[in-house]
């Protein structure tokens, strides 16, 4: 976000769209607020009863009045105990409540959003603001909420007393409390714009280690260990001036009100001091008003650092609310058209056009037209970034095309809702995406409430059952993060068993051969195979196996079909198809 932006106003807007997530727990908002009043009512009584205890007791000798006052003051002091717990209770318990649901609703809608969202921000970044961001939200709604509701009720009521206790002298006191509060408003403004400067680097500097930790087998093997710890002790440093910076503000902040509202007591107490010499105010009545004072200003204290604390929080809740804001670029249509009931589904890309979102000066299709049969197996095959893997991404509607149309089954992709239209693909792709989860859960991931005979089925047509067999806990294996503790075949032949697990009309197969050796290529050869008999599959192939097995070849350029036909018929024709595969299979052209 732009620095322009963050110096926008001061609001505490963001903040106050957490309301509904607090208003979800009535009980426990009301439970907070009837402590915070019992609590306040009780800390308001105690002057009150001291005064009792001076003037009507210990100044009158009168042990039946200090016993009196003394077992009050007891009771008042449980009571303040008591209610000052549970607001601590429930306050802190909503604060973790409604910071989880927050949470839960952000992933909700990132999980909904267009890949165009991805392509822009880094996950990092994203996992910062779910996780940093929500914390200084729940210490906001949590403890200092809470303390600043204290902190005001607690000020606006020792204040009410000062006046009926002695309004001369309180006027005294209140007229300074304007100088201290408008500038205190002002450094807030100026904390929360330093804070979501802070909060912003620090999203840069997890994002940064996100990246470098997933990359770390790399970093290490161009020995760039040095540079990109400079990198990261960089953007932590960035993050540690711009934090220096708020928290000297709020430092500020709280010398400035303490001195003031403490050398505005002591002014007073210098005023009632010759008033009491006089014998014109009673001893009682100075001290009650003086904790009535101490009250008000250590509320006004409080309110000042808990004012700083408030700001971040809210620099914070904008910055996940940004994320909750998010447009989501591809819609599911409202009345959907349903998707014909078979087997395989005929594929149509009709002059179809399309640059990335975020690269509009490079289309990447253009006017780009082909027909796949029901059960038809086409190969894409093309120099790389002609668009193979674009194809793909239109047809599961990751991206909205400029112009053209993109039939399934002969409806309109647009027409037909994202769940039926994305149901019906079952995609492999050429980096297998494993997660660290058991083996079994990984193959689940396929389709929902597959039973383990399913699932074990599914990964014997993968040819992975064995390799599965052979590990400690077999199909409740535990696999590291990324599937880092599986081969590059055994990835692929686990999300071969995903695919056949979908069991969909249509199969996207991104083929990959780099991370394979000759057996798990065979293996991995006859996953594919089988898996194809009665559907449509489009492959980007990369095997020459493949390409003279498909029924079709559509020779992809720049975004268009330049050749089509099958194998032998395309590599008479001598053009861009023969080159690339005399290129690309070498000699194997001539089997
Ligand atoms: N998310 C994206 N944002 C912007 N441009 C992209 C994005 N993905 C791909 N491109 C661009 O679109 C063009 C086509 O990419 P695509 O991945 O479809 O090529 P490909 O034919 O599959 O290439 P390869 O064989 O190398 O995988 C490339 O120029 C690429 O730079």
């Given at each position: 976000m732009a620095e322009s932006d963050v110096a926008s106003s001061f609001r505490l807007q963001p903040l106050v769209r957490l309301a509904p997530y607090a208003m979800r727990y009535r009980g426990a908002v009301a439970a907070a607020l009837a402590s915070l009043l019992v609590a306040s009512f009780a800390t308001l009584s105690l002057p009150l009863l001291m005064r009792g205890l001076v003037d009507k007791g210990l100044s009158e000798d009168n042990v039946a009045m200090v016993d009196h006052y003394t077992g009050w003051l007891i009771v008042a002091v449980l009571f303040l105990a008591l209610a000052s717990a549970s607001r601590y209770y429930f306050v802190i318990i909503l604060g973790e409540r409604v910071v989880n649901d927050l949470r839960r609703d952000v992933f909700a809608k990132l999980t909904v959003l267009s890949p165009e969202f991805f392509d822009r921000v880094r996950s990092g970044e994203i996992v910062s603001r779910l996780?940093?961001?929500?914390?200084?939200?729940?210490?906001?709604?949590?403890?200092?909420?809470?303390?600043?509701?204290?902190?005001?009720?607690?000020?606006?009521?020792?204040?009410?007393?000062?006046?009926?206790?002695?309004?001369?002298?309180?006027?005294?006191?209140?007229?300074?409390?304007?100088?201290?509060?408008?500038?205190?408003?002002?450094?807030?403004?100026?904390?929360?714009?330093?804070?979501?400067?802070?909060?912003?680097?620090?999203?840069?500097?997890?994002?940064?280690?996100?990246?470098?930790?997933?990359?770390?087998?790399?970093?290490?093997?161009?020995?760039?260990?040095?540079?990109?710890?400079?990198?990261?002790?960089?953007?932590?440093?960035?993050?540690?001036?711009?934090?220096?910076?708020?928290?000297?503000?709020?430092?500020?902040?709280?010398?400035?009100?303490?001195?003031?509202?403490?050398?505005?007591?002591?002014?007073?107490?210098?005023?009632?001091?010759?008033?009491?010499?006089?014998?014109?105010?009673?001893?009682?009545?100075?001290?009650?008003?003086?904790?009535?004072?101490?009250?008000a200003a250590a509320g006004l204290g409080g309110l000042s650092e808990v004012w700083g604390e408030i700001s971040q929080a809210s620099g914070s809740a904008e910055r996940l609310m940004e994320l909750m804001d998010e447009d989501v670029d591809v819609q599911s249509v409202t009345n959907p058209l349903p998707l014909p009931a078979a087997a395989a589904l005929s594929v149509t890309f009709d002059q179809v056009c399309f640059h990335y979102p975020n690269a509009e000066k490079s289309p990447v299709l253009e006017d780009l037209s082909f027909e796949i049969q029901a059960g038809e197996t086409v190969a894409i095959v093309g120099p790389s970034g002609a668009g193979k893997t674009t194809i793909f991404q239109l047809l599961m509607r990751f991206y909205d095309t400029e112009k053209g149309r993109l039939l399934l089954g002969g409806q309109p992709i647009d027409q037909v809702s994202l769940h039926d239209l994305r149901s019906a693909m079952a995609l492999v792709p050429q980096e297998p995406v494993i997660f660290a989860m058991s083996v079994a859960d990984n193959i689940a991931m396929g389709r929902d409430g597959a039973s383990r005979e399913d699932i074990i089925k599914a990964a014997k047509?993968?040819?992975?059952?064995?390799?599965?067999?052979?590990?400690?806990?077999?199909?409740?294996?535990?696999?590291?993060?990324?599937?880092?503790?599986?081969?590059?075949?055994?990835?692929?032949?686990?999300?071969?068993?995903?695919?056949?697990?979908?069991?969909?009309?249509?199969?996207?197969?991104?083929?990959?051969?780099?991370?394979?050796?000759?057996?798990?290529?065979?293996?991995?050869?006859?996953?594919?195979?089988?898996?194809?008999?009665?559907?449509?599959?489009?492959?980007?192939?990369?095997?020459?196996?493949?390409?003279?097995k498909a029924d079709r070849i559509l020779?992809?350029?720049?975004?268009?079909?330049?050749?089509?036909?099958?194998?032998?018929?395309?590599?008479?024709?001598?053009?861009?198809?023969?080159?690339?595969?005399?290129?690309?299979?070498?000699?194997?052209?001539?089997?």
């Amino acid at each position: 976000m732009a620095e322009s932006d963050v110096a926008s106003s001061f609001r505490l807007q963001p903040l106050v769209r957490l309301a509904p997530y607090a208003m979800r727990y009535r009980g426990a908002v009301a439970a907070a607020l009837a402590s915070l009043l019992v609590a306040s009512f009780a800390t308001l009584s105690l002057p009150l009863l001291m005064r009792g205890l001076v003037d009507k007791g210990l100044s009158e000798d009168n042990v039946a009045m200090v016993d009196h006052y003394t077992g009050w003051l007891i009771v008042a002091v449980l009571f303040l105990a008591l209610a000052s717990a549970s607001r601590y209770y429930f306050v802190i318990i909503l604060g973790e409540r409604v910071v989880n649901d927050l949470r839960r609703d952000v992933f909700a809608k990132l999980t909904v959003l267009s890949p165009e969202f991805f392509d822009r921000v880094r996950s990092g970044e994203i996992v910062s603001r779910l996780t940093a961001d929500a914390t200084q939200i729940k210490s906001a709604v949590g403890a200092s909420a809470s303390l600043a509701l204290r902190n005001f009720v607690l000020f606006i009521g020792a204040a009410v007393m000062m006046v009926i206790t002695s309004p001369e002298m309180s006027l005294l006191v209140l007229g300074a409390i304007p100088f201290i509060v408008l500038p205190l408003v002002g450094l807030g403004r100026w904390v929360r714009k330093k804070q979501r400067f802070a909060q912003d680097r620090l999203a840069d500097s997890s994002a940064f280690a996100t990246e470098a930790i997933g990359a770390m087998r790399v970093l290490q093997s161009f020995t760039q260990e040095k540079r990109v710890n400079g990198f990261f002790g960089e953007s932590i440093e960035q993050a540690f001036g711009a934090a220096r910076h708020s928290v000297r503000a709020r430092a500020l902040l709280t010398a400035f009100a303490m001195f003031f509202i403490f050398a505005s007591i002591v002014g007073v107490l210098w005023y009632a001091a010759q008033d009491v010499t006089a014998g014109t105010l009673s001893a009682g009545a100075l001290s009650q008003f003086v904790i009535y004072s101490t009250m008000a200003a250590a509320g006004l204290g409080g309110l000042s650092e808990v004012w700083g604390e408030i700001s971040q929080a809210s620099g914070s809740a904008e910055r996940l609310m940004e994320l909750m804001d998010e447009d989501v670029d591809v819609q599911s249509v409202t009345n959907p058209l349903p998707l014909p009931a078979a087997a395989a589904l005929s594929v149509t890309f009709d002059q179809v056009c399309f640059h990335y979102p975020n690269a509009e000066k490079s289309p990447v299709l253009e006017d780009l037209s082909f027909e796949i049969q029901a059960g038809e197996t086409v190969a894409i095959v093309g120099p790389s970034g002609a668009g193979k893997t674009t194809i793909f991404q239109l047809l599961m509607r990751f991206y909205d095309t400029e112009k053209g149309r993109l039939l399934l089954g002969g409806q309109p992709i647009d027409q037909v809702s994202l769940h039926d239209l994305r149901s019906a693909m079952a995609l492999v792709p050429q980096e297998p995406v494993i997660f660290a989860m058991s083996v079994a859960d990984n193959i689940a991931m396929g389709r929902d409430g597959a039973s383990r005979e399913d699932i074990i089925k599914a990964a014997k047509s993968a040819h992975a059952h064995g390799f599965i067999c052979d590990m400690s806990d077999g199909y409740d294996s535990l696999i590291g993060e990324r599937g880092v503790t599986l081969s590059g075949g055994q990835r692929q032949r686990l999300a071969i068993a995903r695919a056949i697990l979908k069991d969909a009309p249509i199969l996207l197969l991104d083929e990959a051969t780099s991370a394979l050796d000759a057996e798990s290529e065979t293996l991995v050869q006859a996953a594919l195979d089988d898996m194809m008999v009665g559907r449509t599959t489009i492959v980007i192939a990369h095997r020459l196996a493949t390409v003279k097995k498909a029924d079709r070849i559509l020779v992809l350029k720049k975004g268009q079909v330049v050749e089509q036909g099958n194998h032998d018929s395309l590599v008479a024709q001598k053009g861009l198809y023969a080159r690339l595969a005399s290129l690309q299979f070498g000699d194997d052209l001539e089997v």
